[in-house]
């Protein structure tokens, strides 16, 4: 992972007003700090302010634990933002939920064995035992919740409690075919992160791959979002999509979508452990 | 245009059966024509076979006016075949519906002025005079029919008069904002060919634009479709996407599917006017 | 793997004449087979003809073992025909040659792991013990043999000792960074399938990324290619690209390029499996 | 055009140091200037800063016509920045050079004509009369220069004093066959944009589709780059692919080559009359 191990990173809105960058960038160069990346974005329709720095914490005036107040106080209040504060050395701690398919959680295990990318996998969870041998492959913990009507809720709050202890910041549903409460997105509110395997808004819901072919489109595509209590609604992170024709069957669909649906994903994944999205208004800014 | 000019297409569909490749080819084989293109698709859920195929006239036994009558006869009957036979000397004679825009107009008459496209254009429609000067820099007569609720099956019968008296096979509707009744549609089924600028069959109607920014997606699209009754629901022949990011606006949006509809909509015609295209329950085999 | 098991796939190419493609179809027709799958292509400069026909074995009149001496006397011998016969019932077994990256050995694992592919990977070659953590966890012999100036001829002759003893079909080059003799590539001749990280002719050799971002170019790629003596020289099965920018260093284009790699090796090995590839002039043919 | 048509921008670059982006932002926000774009790259191991930023000159404390010398005297001396200054009431004034081919002027006359570009096209240069006809329906002048061996630095010469007489600021070779002698490259350094049909640094030269068909690429290309007296090795500004196949003969590849050309050839021009690209090493920064 090509992030500074030794940097910190502001992911900041509020409206919009003159000398935000300013007051931002003095903040850090005023400390010592360099700055590594800075972007920003204006919504100009509804005034609003968007902006992620990076900068590398080696000479830093203040110290790590104090940066959150002391940029609240000179800065933050100011322009009354809000912001989220990262710090590189803290790996994402991330839980895999599967149903069936190994294509996504294999690409994502690959991705963490190979050090592609830094976070940490404490545990995997699925409502099946089907995919347990790739849990054990990689050597992760593979809880399996199997979920009915009637137990749902008391399963949820399982899920939950063990999500807890492990620490977990994230959850991925790497085709995860379970639809998750409203309260327990709640408590990783803009911290799961689904693949949906359509071009939404076009087919949300089940069995996009046939409604495509029913269709007749000459693409098939992939969309990974949050999930929101609406399903399949979620503020878009990344999608993808690739070329079929009449050739293709629905099995055929499918076959091509396995690769746009891990590659989708993974790319959405990446933007959220880089710490370069921001949700606002339902929707997601992606910073490079 | 790389097509042979005297050559001629077969385009087939009939229920699938063993033998049907060797019976059509045979007919061209033993009548002395040699195969140019061959390309065949059979729908194993509805057990339909369809079949392109093109052949060069030189020398061919049968003589052109009667191809069609001994083709039905010796292969088209045994199979209750569907067929349409065209031939490359026959020039495509093709109208051009706009009203505000341009860029597409544009995109097909620079292909027809440069040769790359070997159609007629006899003459462009719209219900504005805004783009006349783009019909009088091509010299192709433009005709404005404005339209409304009171007058609109008069003015589309005066449109199809027109068409009628040029005789016009087929109608491209280049960012032409107005619907066509059924009436329209049936006079020219399967011949009318739109340009909408999103993927469908996300964003149907009006304003996809400002539905794509709404919903925040990282890709827009354009479709090129055949015209039916249903609006944005008629066959599709090509479809495009082209990423976007916070950053883009509704202006920016529209700026960068300029280029994305110009180039699907003639990818879509191309595949029209080679003969390329054939529609079987609501969707379009596009042959390579 | 959707392929029928119970299907045979000729790869035909010859001198083209008419009548070639009647000849193949009424071979299968008359012997009771039904035609699941039929593409041609004609190279009219080279006057040559290429054809990929898949039929289904249930009830064809000829025994599988005499099906390619039947065709030879038929139809192969008329035409001077050079056709490959492959049974869908014979499993490919492919060995994977790798070095220190583990993102395309990964990928291509998952997929048989997954049921996705229908390969048997007997073994796992590398020069280094890196990756046999890997090869550990799919259950798979990991073989080392360190390669010098010194042992090369050696060292290779008990490579291929080892892929014959296994009766071995392909190899796949999954980023393995030691060039093969000529001898060795004689002895699987069109057989292994190399991934270079670049679009190939352009940076070929060693450090592709490194060069890439010298030129500036705004589009990064890989190739896949049969390998034959001359350096990354060989027919091209499957290439892509992806989009970088100024904002790309070296690590980056790096990180960007695994993805394309490892999805850019999967299809052409897919190409090959499914026998869709036929090799002419030095380059593919890739049936779809 | 989207630009403001009452903004300023600048593009500087400079040893990468502490504080220029607080300083750049000072003289923007203290002199009552509102910032709609800034985007910054440091290319770290060069250790060179990159910056472009654009203002609202609606109420700016400093006049139009000294804000370049205030900004040198207050930011450009103190960090050694090397920059420009654009002012978006400046409409480009541009040249198309053309040969045979129509398809990339067509495409820039009716992105003018259609006002989706802000720029003006004083007059058309050849070398042929062939394209006499399209010049004139834009009602642009149209001059031929006929080059040759003995006459081309002689008719350079006219076509440089006809460049300065219309007061030209770039030129765009829309397939223009001739290379410019290195004196008539010095006189509009950087200013000067090619189109050339293949994925450079792939085939370079003449005839880069016979090329492509010989080596049995599976994607052709195209590259636009600023001109510089080594034959198209220049600072690439865009580059597109598209997917080509074993099907496709050199005319196809050249057919399927001449929207790639000139949408490729647009999106550089784009960029660079939104005064978004900057030159450095031999590469282009190209902000979005």
């Known amino acids: 992972m090509q992030t500074n191990p030794n940097s910190a990173t502001l992911l900041i809105h509020c409206k919009d007003k003159k000398g935000i960058v300013v007051s931002v960038t003095e903040f850090i160069h005023k400390n010592n700090g360099n700055i590594l990346y800075l972007?920003?974005?204006?919504?100009?329709?509804?005034?609003?302010?968007?902006?992620?720095?990076?900068?590398?914490?080696?000479?830093?005036?203040?110290?790590?634990?104090?940066?959150?107040?002391?940029?609240?106080?000179?800065?933050?209040?100011?322009?009354?933002?809000?912001?989220?504060?990262?710090?590189?050395?803290?790996?994402?701690?991330?839980?895999?939920f599967v149903s069936h398919l190994s294509h996504c959680?294999?690409?994502i295990l690959s991705r963490v064995s190979s050090g592609e990318w830094n976070i940490e996998v404490p545990l995997i969870i699925s409502n099946h035992s089907k995919l347990k041998h790739v849990a054990q492959q990689?050597?992760?913990?593979?809880h399996v919740f199997s979920i009915?009507?009637?137990?749902?809720?008391?399963?949820?709050?399982?899920?939950?409690?063990?999500?807890?202890?492990?620490?977990?910041?994230?959850?991925?549903?790497?085709?995860?075919?379970?639809?998750?409460s409203p309260q327990f997105i709640a408590e990783?509110?803009?911290?799961?992160?689904?693949?949906?395997h359509s071009f939404l808004p076009a087919f949300p819901g089940a069995k996009p791959y046939h409604s495509a072919y029913e269709r007749g489109v000459k693409l098939i595509g992939a969309t990974s979002h949050y999930v929101t209590p609406e399903l399949d609604g979620g503020p878009?992170?990344?999608?993808?999509?690739?070329?079929?024709?009449?050739?293709?069957?629905?099995?055929?669909?499918?076959?091509?979508?396995?690769?746009?649906?891990?590659?989708?994903?993974?790319?959405?994944?990446?933007?959220?452990?880089?710490r370069k999205t921001l949700i606002y208004n339902n929707k997601t800014i992606v910073f490079e």
């Not at 399963?155 to 998750?180: C, F, G, P, T």
């Open 236 to 274: 878009i992170i990344a999608q993808g999509v690739t070329e079929v024709t009449h050739k293709d069957t629905v099995e055929n669909m499918k076959r091509k979508g396995l690769d746009l649906e891990k590659i989708v994903l993974s790319n959405a994944v990446w933007s959220h452990i880089q």
């Open 105 to 107: 959680v294999y690409d």
């Open 39 to 96: 972007d920003q974005h204006v919504d100009h329709q509804e005034k609003e302010f968007f902006m992620r720095v990076q900068w590398d914490l080696e000479g830093f005036a203040i110290p790590t634990k104090k940066i959150g107040d002391y940029f609240t106080t000179l800065v933050g209040e100011r322009y009354a933002m809000k912001f989220d504060l990262y710090f590189a050395q803290n790996t994402p701690r991330i839980a895999i």
């Open 148 to 180: 009915s009507k009637e137990n749902k809720t008391e399963q949820e709050q399982k899920i939950l409690q063990l999500l807890r202890e492990n620490a977990i910041d994230s959850v991925i549903l790497a085709r995860y075919m379970q639809i998750l």
């Open 138 to 142: 990689f050597n992760i913990p593979y």
């Open 188 to 196: 990783f509110e803009h911290q799961i992160i689904n693949i949906h």
